[in-house]
């Protein structure tokens, strides 16, 4: 990433747009087919996005158990389908910042993902090791260790979270 990043600010300087495809000429070949590229990647990673959506919100909207299959046979359903598009397509034509709302979750979920939970399920793991496993035990150091990485983690969620926010706001 580091390194892209730095081809295109070499490339254009300072006035580099985030999208960098964006500094190209319109007329450019090469920029042309990058584009088409994207339409390509994002018309056919919409699918893998939007079913994961519809499954979770219904989860959470209907009071039905899980593991009984109810609500996949729901989710499959066209009205389902149908309204999840429609809520999608009804948020994007309202003129939500989309890329606000992809920071918001960026930095809160990739911040407790990458930092917090890892360090929790270790601490756990330490806690209540499986029967017959041999797992070392874990010193005080790197227990000091995992919670300062736990706390890290939260502030860094934190400070994005409440910056994601003021540029939406």
């Known amino acids: 990433f580091l390194l892209v990043a730095w081809c295109g600010f070499a490339t254009f300087g300072d006035a580099s747009d985030a999208l960098i495809l964006n500094n190209y000429a319109s007329d450019d070949p090469l920029a042309a087919a990058a584009r088409f590229g994207i339409l390509l990647a994002v018309l056919f990673e919409y699918p893998l996005l939007e079913r994961p959506f519809r499954l979770t919100a219904l989860e959470l909207l209907l ?24 809520l999608i397509t009804a948020i994007a034509a309202a003129g939500v910042p989309l890329d606000s709302l992809g920071a918001l979750g960026g930095c809160t979920g990739g911040a407790l993902l990458i930092y917090v939970a890892p ?19 874990l ?20 400070v994005g979270t409440v910056d994601a926010v003021s540029q939406m706001v």
Not at 139 to 158: E, F, R, S
Request: proline fraction near 8%.
């Open 63 to 86: 009071p039905i158990p899980q593991f009984t299959g109810a609500i996949t046979r729901i989710a499959n359903t066209p009205v389902a389908a149908i309204a999840s598009v429609a």
């Open 139 to 158: 010193g005080v150091v790197t227990t000091v260790g995992l919670w300062g990485v736990a706390v890290t983690g939260l502030v860094l969620a934190v």
């Open 119 to 137: 360090a929790l399920m270790t601490l756990k793991l330490r806690a209540q090791p499986p029967e017959g496993a041999d797992l070392a035990e």
